[in-house]
């Protein structure tokens, strides 16, 4: 007779790497950077295309990072980067005080338990010729954990807990909506009870109201595992409820990072201040002037000098051409929070990338060339 298992065994049965080595966090980068030379035409090829460009965060268990920025600046590249699904072209990734930086797919294997990405579409991700019953099973016998029936048993009970009956089991991708797919989706991703869940644009296809449903699983399968999520979106307001921090990108590069709260309340970036300005704000007496921005991004191909955002910066100044601004905690005289537990791994701070953000939040440097500015719409 077969002895049923509850999924909370699951993690005892796998390999014992997941005793946390330290309160170190779960997920830290080091100046991650992932660089691509160019194939194609005449004019391009050879040409590096820097798609991540120095990324460092951390990310405690039990958290979630929001990762935020327009289409094309990074943000799928940094998430295959530190999942290593792509080795990248330099800096370091640690993953439960372990360097994974130079890991083999041999060594990485086992970690792969740990870490699971949610992709976009599960349309695409899910195997539309195999039934429910078979995806779930699938991370199980991939690393050969359980016997038929005790996957069987796994399958039903990951189902029920991401919120869908166990009849589903035996039904196709294509006979549930998209909200029930990205719960199939999410049950598959948690099988093997990671520590680490990268949602890349998880919710972005859905509904508002299927996208707070989905938001409030994540935020409960969280609380119940310890689970860090890594949330990437290309719209602030979908990350603000389930983000503790948020990391803002452009072309390749943090910008911004804070406490969600403090970003929302006071943005230092004139990137995130036009981001958050174009979050349409359905109460007209609420409804802010957007900040405009000037152009395009442009190519990571061919990046300014500097400060990246320099070319659509309403407050652009000469440092900006030649010096990179570092990412780092916000100016004290900025005040509250922005003082507490300051520190590179993160922690309560404000960091910002801006040579001028004490002079813009003091109202010293004013916004020149508003006059022909664009309003970012992509955003909207
Ligand atoms: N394998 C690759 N070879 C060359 N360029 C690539 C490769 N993968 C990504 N890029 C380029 O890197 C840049 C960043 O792409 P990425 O998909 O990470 O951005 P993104 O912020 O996730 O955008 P989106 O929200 O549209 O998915 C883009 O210019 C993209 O064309």
Redesign the pocket.
């Known amino acids: 007779m077969t002895r049923a298992i509850s999924i909370e065994q699951v993690r005892g049965a796998a390999p014992e790497l997941n005793a946390s080595k330290s309160a170190a966090p779960l997920l830290q980068l080091e100046n991650l950077a992932q660089h ?1 030379t ?1 194939g194609g035409g005449l004019l391009r090829r050879g040409q590096t ?1 820097y ?2 460009d120095g990324v460092s965060f951390t990310l405690a268990a039990g958290k979630t990072l929001g990762l935020v ?10 998430a295959r980067s530190l999942l290593k699904l ?1 080795q990248p072209s330099s800096g370091r990734i640690h993953f439960d005080g372990q360097d994974i930086t130079d890991y083999s797919a041999r060594q990485m294997r086992p970690l792969r338990q740990q870490m699971q990405l949610v992709f976009q579409d599960p349309q695409e991700s899910l195997n539309s010729r195999h039934t429910i019953a078979t995806i779930l099973q699938e991370p199980f016998v991939i690393h050969g954990i359980g016997t038929a029936q005790e996957r069987q048993v796994w399958a039903g009970e990951l189902l029920q807990r991401v919120g869908l009956p166990v009849s589903a089991l035996n039904r196709y991708p294509h006979e549930f909506s998209g909200g029930q797919r990205q719960r199939i989706g999410i049950a598959r991703a948690m099988a093997l009870k990671p520590k680490l869940l990268v949602c ?2 998880a919710v972005s296809a859905l509904d508002v109201s299927v996208q707070s449903q989905i938001l409030n699983l994540l935020l409960s399968l969280q609380q119940e595992y310890q689970l860090a999520i890594l949330f ?1 979106a ?1 719209n602030l307001s979908v990350v603000k409820h389930i983000s503790d921090h948020i990391a803002v ?1 452009y072309l ?1 590069r943090i910008i911004e990072l804070a406490p969600s709260d403090e970003l929302y309340a006071q943005a230092l970036h004139p990137y995130t201040q036009a981001l958050l300005a174009a979050i349409p704000e359905p109460d007209p007496r609420r409804r802010k002037v957007p900040l405009m921005l000037q152009g395009e991004p442009p ?3 061919n990046p300014p000098s500097g400060c990246h955002f320099r070319t659509r910066c309403p407050y652009v100044g000469e440092r900006c051409i030649n010096e990179v601004p570092p990412l780092l905690p916000a100016a004290p005289t900025l005040g509250a929070q922005s003082l507490l537990n300051i520190g590179p791994a993160g922690g309560e701070a404000h960091h910002v990338a801006c040579h001028f953000h004490r002079e813009i939040m003091s109202g010293e440097r004013l916004p020149q060339n508003l006059e022909s500015c664009d309003i970012i719409t992509s955003l909207i």
């Open positions: 691509f160019l295309l798609a991540v920025g327009e289409s094309g600046c990074g943000k799928s590249t940094l792509q890349d644009e990437i290309h990108m390749g190519s990571p191909a």
